[in-house]
C-alpha cells in the first residue's frame, strides 16, 4: 500500500496447508493483456494472451477472475490449438475460474492461453474502475484507472492473481485519440485505428513482477516533467487540478529516487516513473511499479494553501511508495503474511529519508508519538495479530493493512537497525535486495542477510517479535545496591492478561540510559532478571524509545523522572515516550490516572512540540474513555487542558511568519486548537472572527496550519449560520486540502437537525466514498455525535454494505469509527446485539478490536472513575 496444497513448508517454519491457492500445474511467464474501457457504458472490453511453462500433463487451467464475463478461450502450444472452446467453471468463493480442455498439454511444453472477456468499469475503487473529477466549466470528467492490491487484478483480467507467480507483462490500452494512456512502462508503440478515432497504445515488456503491481490508467491528462534524474520523472492530474501543485512532489521524487539508489545499491530498473492524482482512491496511495497512484491531497500540495502537517504527510507518502520501488517491487514477499515485509519496510525507509532531506523536521522525535504509539495502541488488543500474520483467502488480506503491518513491522525494523547499527543494517538491506531481485522472499531470507552483514544471530532474536501478538510490560522494582529487578509480561490494554495468553518471553533491548550515557548491551531475555545501574539516583529504561515495550516504574521513580526531564536529563523522545507509556499503564490498571494527570501537570516548563503533542494526546485519551460520564468531570478534565495549553498558546502566538520553522508552526498550531476546543475563550472569539471574515472573501484571515482549528471552533460554538457558511464554502472550494478539513469540521455541531445533516452526506452524493468516513471525526468529539453516528449506522446497514463491499477495505474502517467511541456495558452489549446475526467477514477483525477498545474503557472507568474525580476536585477544576 491482500487451493490447497497438501503439504506444509516445514523448512521455512510457514505453513501453507491451509491457504487457497491455484494449481501449480502451469506457471505464467508472459502476459499480453489488451483493454479498452467504455465511458459511456462503464465497461471495458479485454484480450489476455498468457504464456504459460507446463509444469504437469495438463487438461484443466484454473485461474481468478472477478466480475468478468468469460466470452471465449483458447489454448496453444507450438502455435497449434489444442482447443479453442473449453468447458468453463467458475467457484464463487474462492473466485477462481477453471477451463477444462479436451485434449491434454504435456509437462515440460509451452502453451498460450488466450482469453477474451469484457467487464465492469465500476464505481467500487478497485480492479479497473472509474474515477470522476469536476472539469473547469462544471462538467464532469471521467479516468479509467486501476487498484490491483491486494487482490483485485482479478477484476481487471484473468491472471495467477498471487504474489509469487511473477511474470513479464506487455499492456496495449485502447482509447479515444484526444485521451492519455499510462502503464507501468514507456510507451513502444501507438498506432491509430481505422474510422473510429482512436488509438492502440503498447507499452514495453515490463521485468517480472506479481500481478497486484500492474496498473493502467486512461483519460484526460495534464503532466509536468523533470529530467533530474537518470529516467524522466512527471506527474499527472486530470483537469481541474492546478498540475503545478505536483512540483514540490515531482522535485523530491527526483531526488529520493536518486538517494534510494546509492543506499540500496541497486539503479531503478524501469526506464520511467510516473506518479498521478486520483481524484477517488480508496487508500493513500499505491506503489505500482513505474506509475504510483495517489489520493489528490496525498501528491498535490499547494504550499500556500496547506500547513506544515500536510506538506511532512506528502513528503512521507511519496518517499514510502518510492521505497517500495525497491522493497516490494523488485523483492516481493511470497504471500501476504509477509506483508509487513512490504509495508513495515517501506514505512522506516520513508522516515529514514525523509530525516536525511528535511532533518529540521526531526522526524524521528515524531516517530515515537506517531508510529510507534499506533503500533502499541492496536498491539496492546487481545485481537491484534501477529506482524507475520497466518491469512488464507482473499477476503482476510484486506484487514492486515493497519498498524501492525505497517507501524509496528517498521518499528521491529527500527528496534534492530539501532541494535546493529545504521550501516550495518543497510548493509544487510543491500546484500538481501542484491540476492532476491525480481524474485519472492519470506521474513527468514531478511534476518539471513542482516545475520550476514552483522555477524549476530538475527533470526533467534526477531522471529519472537514477527510471529506473536504482543508486546510485554517491564515492571521495575529497585533493589539494594544500585540493582533493579525487571520483569516482563504481555501488556493489554484491558488490564486482564491471562497466564495462557502469558507464554512468550521476549528478548528486550533495554537502552539503559544513565548520567554516564546510554548503554545498548543488555537484553532482558527471561521472565524476571536482576541489573546493575551505575547508581539509582538517575536511570531510565529504553533511551530514545526504540524499543517496543512499555516500561512501569514506582510512583516515586515517576516523579524522580519527572523532575529529571526538567534537569535536561532526557531526550525529547523520552520525555515523549515516558508520557506515553504512564498514559497507556494508567488505562490498563498498572497506575492511576490521577498519577499520570499529577505528571502531566509537572511538565509545565516543557517546551517541545512532540512532547506536548503526547501530552495533549493523553488528556484527550483520558476525555474520550470518560466522555459518557459526569458533566462536571469533563468539564473539570477540559478545565485541565485548557489551564495546560492556553498560556503557552498565548505566548507563542497564532501569527505565522517566514520565519517560522516547520516545526514551530505545527508547535502554533496544536497549541491555538487544544486551546480554543478546551474553552479559551479569546482563542474562540479570534477563531469566530477568522472565520467571519474567511467566509465573506478574506482568504487571508485564516493560516492553514489552522484552518481545520478555526473550522471546528465555529461550528462547536456556533449554529445553522456557520454551518451554511462552511457548507457553502466546501461547495464551491477547488481545493482538496479545504474541501477535507471542512469535511471534518462539520461533526463538531451538536444541535440534532445539524448532525442529521451531517449525517446524511454520507449518502447524498456530495462526498466521494474515498471521503465519507470524513464528516464522522467531529461527530466522534461529544456524546450526542456518538449516538447518532451509531445509531445512523444501525439504520442504514444494508446500505452501507452495498455502497462499501465487505471484501474491501472501508467497510472496517467505519464499522470501527460507528462502535469504538462507546464505554459503556450497554453500549457493547448493543453493539454485540446488533451483529450478533450479520455476516462479518471481510470486516470480523476491525469489530473485534473495536469490541476490545470499548472494553478496556469500561475497565478502565470502573477502575478509576472515583479516583479522577477525587482528582479533578482536589485540583479545583472543579466545584
Same mark, same amino acid.
Given at each position: 500500500?491482500?487451493?490447497?496444497?497438501?503439504?506444509?513448508?516445514?523448512?521455512?517454519?510457514?505453513?501453507?496447508?491451509?491457504?487457497?491457492?491455484?494449481?501449480?500445474?502451469?506457471?505464467?511467464?508472459?502476459?499480453?493483456?489488451?483493454?479498452?474501457?467504455?465511458?459511456?457504458?462503464?465497461?471495458?472490453?479485454?484480450?489476455?494472451?498468457?504464456?504459460?511453462?507446463?509444469?504437469?500433463?495438463?487438461?484443466?487451467?484454473?485461474?481468478?477472475?472477478?466480475?468478468?464475463?468469460?466470452? &471465449?478461450?483458447?489454448?496453444?502450444?507450438?502455435?497449434?490449438?489444442? !482447443?479453442?472452446?473449453?468447458?468453463?467453471?467458475?467457484?464463487?468463493?474462492?473466485?477462481?475460474?477453471?477451463?477444462?480442455?479436451?485434449?491434454?498439454?504435456?509437462?515440460?511444453?509451452?502453451?498460450?492461453?488466450?482469453?477474451?472477456?469484457?467487464?465492469?468499469?465500476?464505481?467500487?475503487?478497485?480492479?479497473?474502475?472509474?474515477?470522476?473529477?469536476?472539469?473547469?466549466?462544471?462538467?464532469?470528467?471521467?479516468?479509467?484507472?486501476?487498484?490491483? =492490491?491486494?487482490?483485485?487484478?482479478?477484476?481487471?483480467?484473468?491472471?495467477?492473481?498471487?504474489?509469487?507467480?511473477?511474470?513479464?507483462?506487455?499492456?496495449?490500452?485502447?482509447?479515444?485519440?484526444?485521451?492519455? !494512456?499510462?502503464?507501468?512502462?514507456?510507451?513502444?508503440?501507438?498506432?491509430?485505428?481505422?474510422?473510429?478515432?482512436?488509438?492502440?497504445?503498447?507499452?514495453?515488456?515490463?521485468?517480472?513482477?506479481?500481478?497486484?503491481?500492474?496498473?493502467?490508467?486512461?483519460?484526460?491528462?495534464?503532466?509536468?516533467?523533470?529530467?533530474?534524474?537518470?529516467?524522466?520523472?512527471?506527474?499527472?492530474?486530470?483537469?481541474?487540478?492546478?498540475?503545478?501543485?505536483?512540483?514540490?512532489?515531482?522535485?523530491?521524487?527526483?531526488?529520493?529516487?536518486?538517494?534510494?539508489?546509492?543506499?540500496?545499491?541497486?539503479?531503478?530498473?524501469?526506464?520511467?516513473?510516473?506518479?498521478?492524482?486520483?481524484?477517488?482512491?480508496?487508500?493513500?496511495?499505491?506503489?505500482?511499479?513505474?506509475?504510483?497512484?495517489?489520493?489528490?491531497?496525498?501528491?498535490?500540495?499547494?504550499?500556500?494553501?496547506?500547513?506544515? $502537517?500536510?506538506?511532512?504527510?506528502?513528503? =512521507?507518502?511519496?518517499?514510502? =511508495?518510492?521505497?517500495?520501488?525497491?522493497?516490494?517491487?523488485?523483492?516481493?514477499?511470497?504471500?501476504?503474511?509477509?506483508?509487513?515485509?512490504?509495508?513495515?519496510?517501506?514505512?522506516?525507509?520513508?522516515?529514514?529519508? !525523509?530525516?536525511?532531506?528535511?532533518?529540521?523536521?526531526?522526524?524521528?522525535?515524531?516517530?515515537?508519538?506517531?508510529?510507534?504509539?499506533?503500533?502499541?495502541?492496536?498491539?496492546?488488543?487481545?485481537?491484534?495479530?501477529?506482524?507475520?500474520?497466518?491469512?488464507?483467502?482473499?477476503?482476510?488480506?484486506?484487514?492486515?493493512?493497519?498498524?501492525?503491518?505497517?507501524?509496528?513491522?517498521? !518499528?521491529?525494523?527500527?528496534?534492530?537497525?539501532?541494535?546493529?547499527?545504521?550501516?550495518?543494517?543497510?548493509?544487510?538491506?543491500?546484500?538481501?535486495?542484491?540476492?532476491?531481485?525480481?524474485?519472492?522472499?519470506?521474513?527468514?531470507?531478511?534476518?539471513? &542477510?542482516? $545475520?550476514?552483514?552483522?555477524?549476530?544471530?538475527?533470526?533467534?532474536?526477531?522471529?519472537?517479535?514477527?510471529?506473536?501478538?504482543?508486546?510485554?510490560?517491564?515492571?521495575?522494582?529497585?533493589?539494594?545496591?544500585?540493582?533493579?529487578?525487571?520483569?516482563?509480561?504481555?501488556?493489554?490494554?484491558?488490564?486482564?492478561?491471562?497466564?495462557?495468553?502469558?507464554?512468550?518471553?521476549?528478548?528486550?533491548?533495554?537502552?539503559?540510559?544513565?548520567?554516564?550515557?546510554?548503554?545498548?548491551?543488555?537484553?532482558?531475555?527471561?521472565?524476571?532478571?536482576?541489573?546493575?545501574?551505575?547508581?539509582?539516583?538517575?536511570?531510565?529504561?529504553?533511551?530514545?524509545?526504540?524499543?517496543?515495550?512499555?516500561? $512501569?516504574?514506582?510512583?516515586?521513580?515517576?516523579?524522580?523522572?519527572? @523532575?529529571?526531564?526538567?534537569?535536561?536529563?532526557?531526550?525529547?523522545?523520552?520525555?515523549?515516550?515516558?508520557?506515553?507509556?504512564?498514559?497507556?499503564?494508567?488505562?490498563?490498571?498498572?497506575?492511576?490516572?490521577?498519577?499520570?494527570? &499529577?505528571?502531566?501537570? @509537572?511538565?509545565?516548563?516543557?517546551?517541545?512540540?512532540?512532547?506536548?503533542?503526547?501530552?495533549?494526546?493523553?488528556?484527550?485519551?483520558?476525555?474520550? $474513555?470518560?466522555?459518557?460520564?459526569?458533566?462536571?468531570?469533563?468539564?473539570?478534565?477540559?478545565?485541565?487542558?485548557?489551564?495546560?495549553?492556553?498560556?503557552?498558546?498565548?505566548?507563542?502566538?497564532?501569527?505565522?511568519?517566514?520565519?517560522?520553522?516547520?516545526?514551530?508552526?505545527?508547535?502554533?498550531?496544536?497549541?491555538?486548537?487544544?486551546?480554543?476546543?478546551?474553552?479559551?475563550?479569546?482563542?474562540?472569539?479570534?477563531?469566530?472572527?477568522?472565520?467571519?471574515?474567511?467566509?465573506?472573501?478574506?482568504?487571508?484571515?485564516?493560516?492553514?496550519?489552522?484552518?481545520?482549528?478555526?473550522?471546528?471552533?465555529?461550528?462547536?460554538?456556533?449554529?445553522?449560520?456557520?454551518?451554511?457558511?462552511?457548507?457553502?464554502?466546501?461547495?464551491?472550494?477547488?481545493?482538496?486540502? @479545504?474541501?477535507?478539513?471542512?469535511?471534518?469540521?462539520?461533526?463538531?455541531?451538536?444541535?440534532?437537525?445539524?448532525?442529521?445533516?451531517?449525517?446524511?452526506?454520507?449518502?447524498?452524493?456530495?462526498?466521494?466514498?474515498?471521503?465519507?468516513?470524513?464528516?464522522?471525526?467531529?461527530?466522534?468529539?461529544?456524546?450526542?455525535?456518538?449516538?447518532?453516528?451509531?445509531?445512523?449506522?444501525?439504520?442504514?446497514?444494508?446500505?452501507?454494505?452495498?455502497?462499501?463491499?465487505?471484501?474491501?477495505?472501508?467497510?472496517?474502517?467505519?464499522?470501527?469509527?460507528?462502535?469504538?467511541?462507546?464505554?459503556?456495558?450497554?453500549?457493547?452489549?448493543?453493539?454485540?446485539?446488533?451483529?450478533?446475526?450479520?455476516?462479518?467477514?471481510?470486516?470480523?477483525?476491525?469489530?473485534?478490536?473495536?469490541?476490545?477498545?470499548?472494553?478496556?474503557?469500561?475497565?478502565?472507568?470502573?477502575?478509576?472513575?472515583?479516583?479522577?474525580?477525587?482528582?479533578?476536585?482536589?485540583?479545583?477544576?472543579?466545584?
Amino acid at each position: 500500500m491482500c487451493r490447497t496444497h497438501a503439504t506444509a513448508d516445514v523448512a521455512s517454519g510457514v505453513n501453507v496447508q491451509s491457504r487457497e491457492l491455484l494449481p501449480t500445474n502451469v506457471i505464467p511467464r508472459h502476459y499480453h493483456v489488451t483493454l479498452e474501457p467504455n465511458f459511456t457504458k462503464f465497461t471495458f472490453e479485454g484480450t489476455v494472451k498468457i504464456d504459460l511453462d507446463v509444469a504437469e500433463d495438463s487438461k484443466s487451467i484454473s485461474l481468478h477472475t472477478l466480475e468478468l464475463d468469460v466470452h &471465449s478461450a483458447k489454448l496453444s502450444t507450438g502455435g497449434q490449438t489444442v !482447443c479453442s472452446s473449453p468447458k468453463v467453471s467458475y467457484n464463487e468463493s474462492t473466485q477462481v475460474t477453471t477451463l477444462d480442455f479436451t485434449n491434454a498439454v504435456s509437462k515440460g511444453s509451452k502453451a498460450q492461453l488466450e482469453i477474451k472477456f469484457t467487464g465492469q468499469l465500476n464505481d467500487k475503487m478497485a480492479g479497473f474502475y472509474r474515477s470522476t473529477y469536476k472539469n473547469d466549466d462544471g462538467s464532469t470528467g471521467v479516468l479509467a484507472v486501476s487498484q490491483m =492490491e491486494p487482490t483485485d487484478a482479478r477484476r481487471s483480467f484473468p491472471c495467477f492473481d498471487e504474489p509469487s507467480l511473477k511474470a513479464e507483462f506487455t499492456v496495449t490500452l485502447i482509447a479515444d485519440k484526444k485521451l492519455t !494512456c499510462l502503464s507501468n512502462m514507456d510507451v513502444a508503440s501507438e498506432t491509430e485505428l481505422q474510422g473510429d478515432g482512436k488509438k492502440a497504445v503498447t507499452f514495453n515488456k515490463s521485468p517480472p513482477m506479481s500481478t497486484y503491481l500492474v496498473a493502467f490508467v486512461v483519460g484526460e491528462l495534464n503532466y509536468i516533467e523533470t529530467k533530474d534524474f537518470r529516467v524522466p520523472v512527471r506527474v499527472y492530474a486530470p483537469p481541474g487540478q492546478n498540475i503545478e501543485h505536483g512540483r514540490f512532489s515531482l522535485n523530491l521524487a527526483a531526488k529520493t529516487l536518486e538517494f534510494y539508489e546509492k543506499v540500496f545499491g541497486i539503479d531503478f530498473p524501469l526506464p520511467k516513473m510516473d506518479q498521478i492524482a486520483i481524484p477517488d482512491f480508496a487508500q493513500g496511495a499505491m506503489e505500482n511499479w513505474g506509475l504510483v497512484t495517489y489520493r489528490v491531497v496525498d501528491l498535490l500540495l499547494d504550499e500556500k494553501a496547506s500547513g506544515a $502537517a500536510t506538506k511532512e504527510r506528502v513528503a =512521507e507518502v511519496v518517499q514510502h =511508495e518510492l521505497a517500495h520501488q525497491w522493497f516490494g517491487n523488485l523483492v516481493t514477499m511470497d504471500w501476504w503474511d509477509g506483508l509487513w515485509l512490504n509495508e513495515g519496510f517501506a514505512t522506516w525507509a520513508s522516515w529514514y529519508s !525523509c530525516n536525511v532531506f528535511y532533518p529540521e523536521w526531526k522526524v524521528w522525535e515524531t516517530y515515537v508519538v506517531d508510529n510507534l504509539q499506533r503500533a502499541l495502541s492496536l498491539d496492546s488488543l487481545r485481537s491484534s495479530h501477529p506482524i507475520e500474520v497466518p491469512v488464507k483467502r482473499a477476503d482476510e488480506i484486506n484487514q492486515i493493512f493497519d498498524a501492525i503491518s505497517y507501524s509496528k513491522g517498521s !518499528c521491529v525494523l527500527r528496534m534492530i537497525s539501532t541494535s546493529l547499527g545504521e550501516d550495518t543494517f543497510l548493509e544487510g538491506v543491500r546484500r538481501y535486495l542484491k540476492k532476491h531481485a525480481y524474485g519472492n522472499t519470506q521474513t527468514g531470507d531478511l534476518w539471513a &542477510s542482516l $545475520a550476514e552483514a552483522s555477524g549476530r544471530n538475527v533470526e533467534e532474536v526477531m522471529q519472537v517479535w514477527t510471529k506473536n501478538i504482543g508486546f510485554p510490560v517491564v515492571t521495575v522494582s529497585e533493589k539494594d545496591n544500585n540493582t533493579i529487578e525487571l520483569k516482563q509480561n504481555r501488556f493489554l490494554r484491558t488490564g486482564d492478561t491471562k497466564p495462557d495468553e502469558d507464554q512468550v518471553i521476549y528478548p528486550v533491548f533495554l537502552g539503559l540510559r544513565t548520567k554516564d550515557g546510554v548503554d545498548d548491551s543488555q537484553t532482558l531475555d527471561k521472565r524476571q532478571d536482576t541489573f546493575k545501574i551505575p547508581s539509582t539516583d538517575f536511570f531510565k529504561l529504553n533511551a530514545n524509545h526504540t524499543g517496543l515495550y512499555r516500561t $512501569a516504574y514506582s510512583s516515586e521513580r515517576l516523579v524522580k523522572l519527572g @523532575e529529571a526531564a526538567k534537569q535536561g536529563l532526557l531526550s525529547v523522545e523520552d520525555r515523549a515516550g515516558l508520557i506515553a507509556d504512564a498514559g497507556a499503564l494508567a488505562t490498563s490498571g498498572y497506575q492511576k490516572t490521577s498519577e499520570v494527570l &499529577s505528571l502531566l501537570k @509537572e511538565f509545565n516548563t516543557e517546551d517541545q512540540f512532540v512532547v506536548w503533542s503526547e501530552i495533549i494526546g493523553r488528556v484527550a485519551s483520558v476525555q474520550g $474513555a470518560w466522555v459518557f460520564e459526569d458533566k462536571a468531570v469533563r468539564d473539570g478534565l477540559e478545565a485541565f487542558l485548557r489551564e495546560l495549553v492556553s498560556e503557552r498558546a498565548h505566548q507563542i502566538g497564532w501569527e505565522f511568519s517566514e520565519k517560522d520553522g516547520h516545526i514551530e508552526q505545527q508547535f502554533k498550531a496544536m497549541l491555538f486548537g487544544s486551546a480554543g476546543v478546551s474553552g479559551d475563550e479569546v482563542i474562540i472569539k479570534a477563531a469566530q472572527d477568522m472565520f467571519k471574515r474567511y467566509m465573506a472573501g478574506d482568504k487571508s484571515a485564516i493560516h492553514p496550519n489552522i484552518r481545520g482549528s478555526v473550522f471546528s471552533m465555529a461550528l462547536k460554538h456556533g449554529g445553522k449560520e456557520e454551518y451554511d457558511a462552511l457548507l457553502n464554502f466546501y461547495r464551491t472550494s477547488t481545493n482538496s486540502d @479545504e474541501r477535507n478539513t471542512a469535511l471534518r469540521s462539520f461533526g463538531r455541531a451538536k444541535d440534532p437537525e445539524l448532525i442529521k445533516r451531517t449525517l446524511d452526506m454520507l449518502f447524498s452524493g456530495e462526498v466521494k466514498d474515498q471521503d465519507i468516513y470524513m464528516p464522522t471525526t467531529g461527530l466522534r468529539s461529544h456524546p450526542e455525535g456518538i449516538e447518532a453516528l451509531y445509531k445512523w449506522m444501525t439504520e442504514n446497514w444494508d446500505a452501507l454494505v452495498k455502497k462499501l463491499p465487505p471484501a474491501l477495505s472501508m467497510l472496517g474502517t467505519m464499522v470501527t469509527i460507528f462502535t469504538s467511541s462507546f464505554t459503556k456495558k450497554e453500549q457493547l452489549e448493543q453493539v454485540e446485539k446488533f451483529f450478533s446475526d450479520k455476516n462479518k467477514s471481510g470486516f470480523d477483525q476491525s469489530l473485534a478490536q473495536s469490541l476490545d477498545a470499548i472494553r478496556s474503557k469500561i475497565a478502565w472507568i470502573e477502575r478509576d472513575r472515583e479516583d479522577v474525580a477525587a482528582w479533578v476536585k482536589k485540583n479545583n477544576y472543579s466545584s
